[in-house]
């Protein structure tokens, strides 16, 4: 008798097991399907970039392959969004010029951005005796006794997305900022001088954005 009724426990836990996990599986099943639907109705839209302006402090390849530069950048970042928040996190800004990175990783804070909100950072972008590539070295030269050259401003971290009280995990964020730089002492282009040797330019350029 006793080994009937123990084994009528062990059926008994097993079922109870049984239905424990069916009923986690379904509410997980019914919390991911309501996820993924309030994700499908909102639809989150990218943030918008825009370079605003650069404050070109020092621009200089001292000589064939190495290069120094500071650079102040002002950011301006929009959440489209009406109903969705955007964390960003882990977020640097660099220069590069011709595919090759010519400064440092400079962090942004983390920050929340709001519905429709909008941000704005001013990062220095800055690099000391950087070497750079000997195909790159005599063109940023000429580029820079030319009065000018493009660079791209780039950059790279990670946003999650807040809908009411639920937040996604973490989604890798790319913004490329292209524009044409004016340089030297004197400004040009419309710059306004704001310093010893330093020229303000008011650039407005729409960057790329992926996540």
């Not at 991911?32 to 639907?37: A, F, N």
């Not at 102040?72 to 009406?82: D, G, K």
């Not at 962090?107 to 000997?134: M, R, T």
């Not at 419309?190 to 303000?200: D, F, L, P, T």
């Amino acid at each position: 008798m006793s080994d009937k009724k123990c084994s009528h426990h062990k059926s008994k836990k097993k079922k109870l097991i049984r239905r424990i996990c069916g009923g986690i599986l379904i509410f997980l099943f019914l919390a991911l399907l309501t996820i993924l639907i309030v994700w499908a109705v909102l639809h989150p839209k990218k943030p918008r970039f825009i370079l605003q302006d650069t404050t070109i402090f020092t621009f200089n390849v001292s000589a064939p392959n190495i290069f120094s530069t500071s650079i102040q950048t002002t950011i301006y970042s929009r959440n489209p969004n009406s109903r969705i928040g955007i964390y960003y996190d882990s977020m640097h800004v660099y220069a590069t010029y011709h595919n090759q990175q010519i400064t440092y990783y400079t962090q942004i804070p983390e920050v929340y951005q709001g519905h429709k909100d909008v941000n704005i950072w001013s990062p220095f972008v800055y690099g000391n005796n950087i070497p750079i590539a000997p195909y790159n070295g005599p063109g940023l030269s000429e580029d820079q006794q030319n009065g000018g050259v493009w660079l791209d401003f780039k950059i790279d971290g990670r946003v999650k997305w807040k809908v009411g009280s639920i937040t996604t995990g973490h989604y890798h964020l790319h913004v490329t900022c292209s524009a044409y730089v004016p340089l030297g002492d004197r400004p040009g282009y419309g710059g306004v001088m704001v310093g010893n040797n330093a020229v303000k330019y008011q650039l407005a350029r729409d960057c790329s954005v992926s996540v």
